[in-house]
C-alpha cells in the first residue's frame, strides 16, 4: 500500500506546481500614440483690388496753393495760387455794382469758355480777355447767383476748368464764403 501513496504524492508536487505559477505576464501595452495634430490649411490673404481709376474729378488731387483775401474800398478778393507765386484763379467783390468777377489765369485775345464746378452744380461762364491785356480772363456773375453759394459750400473743393488750360481742383476755403458774403 505504500507504493499506492507514492503515485500520488508524486504528483502533488507536479500539481501544486502547475497551480502555483502564475500566467505569464500580458505584455505590457505601448503607449497610446498620439494622432498628429491637424495642420492648418494656410491663410489665403486675398490681394487688394487697385482702386479703380476713377474719372470724377472730386478725386483729382487738389491744386498746389492757398487762398489769400484782400480787401479795399472797391473791391474785396480771394486769391488761389502757390505762395510766391502768381495767382491761378481769384474771385472778386466789386462793391457796390452787385457784381462779383471770377477771374482765371491764361490770358487770351478772344472770349473762351470756363467750366466751373462744384458738388451740387456746374455751369459753363463765357470769359473775356482782361481789359489790361493782363495774363487773365474773367466772368461775371451777379452777387447772388446760386452758383456762387455752391463753390462756398461744395464738399471741400471745386473745379474751374477753361479751354486749352489744366483744370484747377481748388479747396473751397473761408475766404471764397467772405468776398461773396461782402457782395450781399
Known amino acids: 500500500m505504500i507504493m499506492r501513496f507514492q503515485k500520488p504524492l508524486l504528483l502533488f508536487p507536479l500539481f501544486s506546481l502547475a497551480c502555483c505559477t502564475s ?57 488761389f495760387g502757390p505762395p510766391g507765386g502768381n495767382a491761378l484763379f481769384g474771385i472778386e467783390c466789386l462793391r457796390g455794382s452787385g457784381q462779383m468777377r471770377l477771374v482765371r489765369s491764361g490770358g487770351s485775345t478772344q472770349d ?42 461744395s464738399k471741400g473743393r471745386f473745379a474751374i476748368g477753361a479751354q486749352g488750360r489744366d483744370t484747377l481742383y481748388v479747396p473751397a476755403y473761408p475766404e471764397v464764403t467772405r468776398v461773396i458774403e461782402d457782395c450781399r
Open 112 to 153: 473762351i469758355s470756363i467750366r466751373v464746378r462744384t458738388e451740387s452744380a456746374e455751369r459753363l461762364l463765357t470769359a473775356q480777355p482782361d481789359a489790361g491785356g493782363g495774363p487773365f480772363v474773367a466772368a461775371f456773375l451777379n452777387a447772388r447767383d446760386p452758383l456762387l453759394d455752391a463753390m462756398a459750400f
Open 23 to 79: 500566467p505569464a505576464p500580458a505584455p505590457t501595452p505601448a503607449p497610446p500614440v498620439a494622432a498628429p495634430a491637424p495642420i492648418p490649411a494656410p491663410v489665403v490673404t486675398p490681394p487688394v483690388a487697385a482702386a479703380p481709376n476713377s474719372t470724377d474729378w472730386m478725386d483729382a488731387p487738389l491744386t498746389a496753393g492757398d487762398w489769400s483775401y484782400a480787401s479795399g474800398s472797391s473791391l474785396t478778393r480771394a486769391t
